[in-house]
């Protein structure tokens, strides 16, 4: 039946999914970490600007740095049933909250007791943690899914820290948290990479030294950390060409 079906895919949850990322080659934000660390106080975080920033290795990357358990749930166009997402979510959640390591499978008929069974554990935790939810724009358009997140953060212990990250904006924030400055927006201009990033980036990381070059590439791009790739990889491509260009021209290299 389909019920089955689903169950037994769910029942083999995409690990990955629920894993923090390990950004490569990533530039240490200290700028952006000393903003967090001054709004460590909120309760939520909302991350919000178009593909290319640097969002998902920023808040990966910081949350590394602070050594705090953390729950990740990164989601994609599979995720906007909310039985899916409150399976994905209580399953990471759990294994921080009681080293649980199974797979909670939520079945449409018993989403509302797992869900206030997962708000009595949220609101009654009181070690520090996060709960990063990555790519929300795919769940903007389901209500139910919005209601339960209104109700996690607007009761959740204050020593959780939510952490939303996505393309556009979560439209639906508890009235309450904006009321006591909670919330704290981070977006395009923040992301950016200022000048000296973009000289730390190229110069430290990959070997680019002339000024000249760096400011034009900071210019161009205007801080924009794909962009600032795109170039990299357009020098690769380049060097690739010139080396194969000369293979070709002594007989013997291949």
């Known amino acids: 039946s389909l019920e089955r079906n689903f169950l037994s895919y769910m029942q083999r949850i995409l690990e990955h999914k629920i894993k923090i990322p390990s950004p490569h080659n990533y530039l240490v934000r200290k700028r952006l970490y000393s903003y967090l660390d001054k709004h460590s106080s909120a309760s939520l975080f909302l991350i919000n600007c178009d593909a290319g920033y640097g969002k998902t290795s920023l808040v990966s990357g ?6 705090v358990p953390a729950v990740w749930y990164h989601l994609d166009a599979d995720d906007q049933e909310a039985h899916i997402f409150l399976s994905y979510l209580k399953t990471a959640i759990t294994r921080i909250t009681s080293n649980n390591e199974m797979n909670l499978i939520v079945k449409r008929e018993e989403i509302e007791s797992e869900f206030q069974d997962l708000l009595s554990i949220l609101t009654n935790w009181s ?45 639906r924030i508890p009235v309450q948290l904006k009321l006591n400055r909670r919330v704290i927006e981070i977006n395009k201009e923040h992301l950016s990479f200022t000048k000296t990033e973009t000289e730390q980036y190229l110069r430290h990381l990959h070997g680019i030294q002339q000024n000249h070059e760096i400011t034009a590439v900071h210019e161009k791009t205007e801080g924009w950390i794909t962009g600032i790739q795109f170039y990299l990889q357009s020098i690769q491509d380049m060097e690739d060409r010139t080396q194969s260009d000369a293979n070709m021209n002594f007989p013997g290299i291949h």
């Open 127 to 171: 070690d520090l943690l996060f709960i990063v939810i990555d790519n929300c724009q795919h769940i903007e358009s389901n209500n139910k899914i919005h209601q339960m997140l209104d109700q996690l953060l607007q009761y959740s212990s204050s020593s959780i820290t939510f952490i939303l990250i996505g393309q556009t904006r979560i439209k």
């Open 62 to 67: 910081y949350v590394r740095h602070k050594k």
